[in-house]
């Protein structure tokens, strides 16, 4: 069974950053992308930040690049989330998500993402 678990969520005034993480048990966390999905009241998830299993490949959405950068640490199952000049249309619930293995599947695509935390919400105050 594989659970993740979002920290690092609250409030924040636009231009501020937050940091977000995500711990995750299980031994095959190394060998999985793991990316950061959200949801704004009203709107479809989105996948805004992946990452590749040894990290050299990662995703941004057009609306996030220059401002996110995601990253992990394989040796705490931890990936993270690097949020800065953030914006009121940031505002949303973060989650983490476990998507392909190794170099498979679609990277940016947000079916690719099979196990989901319980999300965090971040929100961006103007």
């Known amino acids: 069974q594989v659970q993740l678990v979002e920290s690092g969520g609250g409030l924040v005034q636009a231009g501020g950053s937050l940091r977000l993480s995500c711990t995750a048990s299980?031994?095959?966390?190394?060998?999985?992308?793991m990316g950061w999905p959200r949801q704004a009241p009203g709107k479809e998830r989105e996948l805004v930040a992946a990452?590749?299993?040894?990290?050299?490949?990662?995703y941004y959405v057009d609306s996030v690049k220059g401002r996110f950068t995601i990253s992990r640490d394989n040796a705490k199952n931890t990936v993270f989330l690097q949020m800065n000049s953030l914006k009121a249309e940031d505002t949303a619930v973060y989650y983490c998500?476990?998507?392909?293995?190794?170099?498979?599947?679609?990277?940016?695509?947000?079916?690719?993402?099979?196990?989901w935390g319980q999300g965090t919400q971040v929100t961006v105050s103007s």
């Open positions: 998500a476990r998507g392909p293995q190794f170099y498979s599947g679609d990277l940016q695509t947000i079916k690719s993402y099979d196990y």
């Open positions: 299980g031994r095959t966390f190394t060998t999985y992308a």
């Open positions: 990452i590749r299993w040894k990290g050299g490949t990662t």
